[in-house]
C-alpha cells in the first residue's frame, strides 16, 4: 500500500521535508539559545538592583600600565555588577557620547573619567543631558564636575558594539558609541577595560544629569520563536505523513486506475 515511498518521487519529497525540519529545529534551538542569553543578562539586571556593591578591582581586569591602553573587557557574566570605587574626576578629558535618546529626546551621555589612586582610571557615565538648542547635534551645557575625591556607586558595563571614531569637537572627545579600548587610546593614562553606568555618588551627582534607563531585554519575543519554529518543524512533517496517507488511500493502485470497476456482465450466452 505504500509501496510508492520508494519512488524517486517521494523519497524526494521525503528528503525535502527532513532537511526544511532540520533547519526548523535548528533555527529553534539558536532562538532558545539567545532566549537563554537575554534570560540572563535580565537576571543580573535585577540581582543587581539591590546587590551589595564591591570594590571595582574584584570585577575588572586590571587597567595595564601604559597611557592609552584599556584592559581586558569584563567577561559577560560581570556585566551589571554593582561596584563602588573611589578617584577623582578629570574634567580635561570629559567624553561626549552623541545621539542617545532618552524619553523621547536626543542628546548626549556624558563620561568622565574617574583617576583612582593607583594611577589608573574608569570611564564613569554620569547621565544625560539635553543638546543646546537649535539641534539634537549642537553641543551640550554640561554641569560642572566635582572636585576632590568622589565616591561613585555604579554598575559594570561592556563595550557597546560597532565602534565608531573618536572625534575632538570643542576641545572635547565625542563619539557616536561607547567603545572603551576606543576611547582609552586618546587619554593620557590607562583605563578599566570597562565602564561604569552611574547609580549614586558622593557628593552627589548634579541634578541636570537624566539617570539613564535601564531597559530589560525581550526575552520572551525569542521564547516565542523557539515555539514557533518548532511547531513549523512539526507541521511539515505531518505535512509529509499527510499527504502520504492521502496518496495511499485514494491514489491509483498497481492494477491500474480501471481496477475498481465493477466489470460490465456480457449480454447473451
Known amino acids: ?19 526544511a525540519a532540520a533547519v526548523m529545529v535548528l533555527l529553534g534551538d539558536w532562538q532558545l539559545h539567545r532566549y537563554q542569553q ?8 535585577d540581582a543587581s538592583a539591590t546587590a551589595a556593591p564591591v570594590p571595582v578591582d574584584r570585577v575588572l581586569p586590571p587597567a595595564g600600565t601604559a597611557a592609552g591602553s584599556a584592559g581586558a573587557e569584563p567577561p559577560a557574566d560581570a556585566e551589571w555588577t554593582r561596584v563602588t570605587v573611589t578617584g577623582e574626576y578629570d574634567p580635561a578629558n570629559l567624553i561626549l557620547i552623541r545621539g542617545r535618546t532618552v524619553d523621547g529626546q536626543v542628546g ?10 593607583g594611577g589608573h582610571a574608569v570611564l564613569v557615565d554620569r547621565g544625560w543631558i539635553p543638546p543646546a538648542p537649535g539641534a539634537a547635534t549642537v553641543l551640550p551645557q554640561v554641569p560642572a564636575t566635582p572636585s576632590g575625591a568622589v565616591t561613585v556607586l555604579a554598575r ?10 573618536v572625534q575632538h569637537r570643542g576641545g572635547r572627545l565625542e563619539s557616536r558609541r561607547i567603545s572603551v579600548p576606543r576611547l582609552a587610546a586618546e587619554l593620557p593614562y590607562p583605563v578599566y577595560g570597562g565602564y561604569l553606568l552611574l547609580d549614586e555618588q558622593t557628593p552627589a551627582a548634579d541634578p541636570a544629569f537624566v539617570a539613564i534607563p ?24 505531518f505535512g509529509y505523513g499527510w499527504a502520504a496517507r492521502r496518496e495511499a488511500r485514494g491514489g491509483p493502485t498497481a492494477a491500474g486506475p480501471d481496477a475498481d470497476r465493477v466489470p460490465a456482465v456480457a449480454a447473451g450466452p
Not at 537575554?38 to 539586571?45: D, E
Not at 548626549?108 to 589612586?117: G, N
Open 108 to 117: 548626549f551621555e556624558v563620561l568622565t573619567p574617574l583617576r583612582t589612586a
Open 38 to 45: 537575554r534570560a540572563a543578562i535580565n537576571g543580573r539586571i
Open 156 to 165: 559594570v558595563r561592556r563595550s557597546e558594539s560597532r565602534p565608531d571614531t
Open 214 to 237: 535601564v531597559e530589560h531585554q525581550n526575552d520572551w519575543q525569542n521564547a516565542g520563536y523557539v515555539v514557533q519554529w518548532w511547531l513549523f518543524a512539526g507541521m511539515a512533517l
Open 1 to 19: 500500500m505504500y509501496r510508492f515511498l520508494l519512488t524517486p518521487r517521494w523519497l524526494g519529497y521525503l528528503a525535502l521535508t527532513l532537511a
